[in-house]
């Protein structure tokens, strides 16, 4: 069952969390994604401050052409640059989850990325979507 978020969207997945981590890197490259950055945050806690985590892992997506445009339309937009997306357990299952483009940008105030906005959260739902549960 989907959770919308006010600032995305979460999916749960019956798959274990490092066969979820590879589909959805998978499914992020059929959507025309890259992976900038990731993040093992449970990693980073447990080497940085000793803190145990659940398996927790942010990869920064980014679509070349989308970004290309969007940096266009606003030179300051790398701040809000990449698309995260959260693959974590929790309470046992495996929940995948992606940011909503259309709200993070909003905050810009510039309606040339409202377009973009809607490109890139119609990818990433389809990511969300083809998760099996």
Do not use: W
């Not at 959770?3 to 066969?19: E, K, L």
């Not at 890197?25 to 990731?38: D, H, Q, V, Y």
């Not at 993070?104 to 083809?130: K, P, T």
């Amino acid at each position: 069952m989907p959770t919308q978020i006010s600032y995305g969207r979460a999916v749960p997945s019956d798959m274990n969390f490092p066969r979820a981590v590879a589909r959805v890197r998978e499914l992020l490259k059929n959507e025309g994604f890259g992976i900038l950055c990731e993040i093992d945050v449970a990693k980073t806690l447990k080497d940085k401050i000793g803190a145990e985590f659940r398996p927790y892992v942010i990869l920064g997506a980014c679509n070349p052409n989308l970004a290309h445009r969007a940096l266009e339309a606003e030179e300051q937009l790398g701040l809000l640059l990449p698309c995260n997306v959260v693959v974590q357990e929790i309470g046992g299952k495996t929940v995948i989850s992606a940011v909503d483009a259309s709200k993070m940008l909003e905050v810009v105030g510039n309606s040339a990325l409202h377009e973009i906005a809607v490109d890139a959260n119609s990818r990433l739902q389809r990511v969300l979507d083809n998760i099996k549960p």
